[in-house]
């Protein structure tokens, strides 16, 4: 009786154990080498902020890691991962013009859409 108990138990552990492995593998991860630097300014000056992807933003406000400034309007270089492709929107809620920025890209200038990006999605594929 008490070696049926020792097994149960036994069981009944590594059932908890698989279950907790299985919630942790269900949780989306990002991709390694999908991440893209903004920043604040032309030529990689002032403020930056380094976004891990995938990812989408409806909005440049309360971006993770931005102490909850709003980053809208205020891009103007930017530089990405070497799986990374962003897509930036002029527009709130990914409207109006769009610039696509392929991996591995180091952009000094956002030409026209230097402040004026409010809205980005950080993709792991070409969009």
């Known amino acids: ?61 309360g971006l993770p890691n931005s102490n909850g400034e709003d980053w809208g309007d205020s891009m103007g270089s930017v530089r990405t991962g070497p799986r990374c492709w962003v897509v930036g929107y002029a527009d709130e809620n990914y409207g109006d013009t769009s610039i696509i920025i392929g991996p591995n890209s180091e952009l000094t200038d956002l030409g026209d859409m230097e402040d004026e990006i409010d809205s980005i999605k950080i993709l792991d594929h070409a969009p």
């Not at 009786?1 to 059932?15: C, D, E, F, G, V």
């Open 1 to 61: 009786m008490i070696k049926y108990i020792r097994i149960t138990a036994m069981a009944l552990l590594l059932l908890a154990t698989m279950s907790f492995a299985q919630v942790n593998v269900e949780q989306p991860t990002t991709t390694e080498g999908c991440w893209v630097v903004i920043y604040e300014d032309t030529n990689y000056n002032d403020k930056q902020l380094k976004l891990e992807g995938p990812a989408q933003y409806a909005n440049m406000r």
